[in-house]
């Protein structure tokens, strides 16, 4: 985990529950319950998204889990790039802002915001959180345009976040390759956890690295990925759930468990540097130490630390899944 709260942002949370006070909750599940069934089937916004209320339902039960997985990721960058400022923000596929809410809460000073959708239901919704409070959608530029034709500008940060599972297998590279030329500083690519996802997020690696990217995560190198399929690489991030949110989704657990994967790539000129390598699974208790998986520069690596190697042991014991290790975690005493 990063050190981002993976919680609605104060402002978000208070502009929903105003918005929620004027509809039924009866309605509102049974909308969120359509929701989750169209996008389950693997069905696309125009179908799941009409108006108003199907955006706000979706506010209510989808918002929490992709803002959640959109800061995580978010927060990888972060820490292997501390000295990233960006000011100009690109929200690919915005749907209600999402990864405009969790860019500002991870760079607060980012000074300018675009979100481009097709679907006008979550681009008025995303203009009414705004008139509602919500700071970072408050004076954001709302573009209704396809996610090939993004505006002809270029920006320190673009970020598509749940964006890319909805395009079509032989358009998935004409918006990869505008998402980059929009992009001066860093692309992160945020998908559901599913093999699916993950091979397409492999496809557009792959036309990254080709076109000069650099890729700051969760990959530590640009070679081929070492994972094979039925593996894939995705990560985990667990929140909690308001009582609204368990009365929408008929849930009683308080938290669920998001599964993502993403993708960060960046220009030549990022500060920064790709972590040496990093966890794909938690650390695992042995007698005298712990074992721990890992994607390296060499590749899918099992590394073995023995309590007594103190300077390594204490940093890895408290790493999660998907955590940087610097070099001087992974070298060898």
Do not use: N
């Not at 969120?32 to 089937?41: E, G, L, N």
């Not at 108003?52 to 989808?62: G, M």
């Amino acid at each position: 985990m990063t050190g981002f709260s993976t919680t609605l942002p104060a402002d978000l949370a208070a502009a929903v529950a105003r918005l929620m006070d004027q509809r039924s909750r009866k309605e509102l599940a049974e909308r969120a319950a359509r929701i989750s069934a169209i996008y389950r089937a693997q069905g696309r916004t125009a179908q799941a998204i009409a108006d108003e209320t199907d955006a706000l339902a979706y506010a209510l039960t989808r918002l929490p889990a992709t803002y959640a997985a959109t800061i995580d990721a978010l927060g990888r960058l972060a820490e292997q790039a501390p000295d990233f400022r960006p000011r100009r923000l690109l929200d690919l596929g915005a749907g209600l802002g999402t990864a405009s809410l969790a860019a500002r809460e991870a760079w607060p000073d980012i000074e300018e915001t675009t979100l481009l959708d097709r679907s006008r239901a979550f681009l008025d919704m995303a203009r009414r959180l705004g008139e509602s409070g919500v700071g970072a959608l408050a004076r954001a530029r709302l573009v209704e345009a396809d996610l090939a034709s993004p505006p002809a500008e270029r920006f320190d940060l673009v970020v598509a976040s749940y964006a890319l599972t909805e395009i079509a297998e032989e358009a998935l590279p004409s918006v990869v390759d505008a998402a980059f030329a929009a992009c001066d500083g860093a692309l992160i690519m945020v998908e559901p956890g599913t093999p699916r996802d993950w091979r397409r997020l492999m496809t557009a690696r792959a036309r990254l690295v080709a076109a000069g990217a650099r890729i700051f995560a969760p990959c530590p190198h640009e070679a081929p990925c070492p994972i094979a399929p039925p593996d894939w690489c995705h990560f985990s991030v667990r929140l909690a759930r308001s009582r609204d949110h368990k009365l929408a989704k008929g849930a009683d657990a308080p938290f669920e468990d998001e599964k993502f994967a993403y993708l960060v790539a960046a220009r030549a000129s990022l500060p920064g540097a790709p972590a040496a390598a990093r966890a794909l699974a938690r650390p695992a208790a042995l007698k005298h130490g712990l074992r721990i998986k890992l994607c390296s520069r060499a590749g899918i690596d099992e590394a073995v630390v023995e309590k007594r190697d103190k300077r390594r042991f204490g940093p890895i014991k408290k790493k999660g899944w998907g955590d940087a290790l610097a070099p001087e975690e992974t070298a060898e005493p």
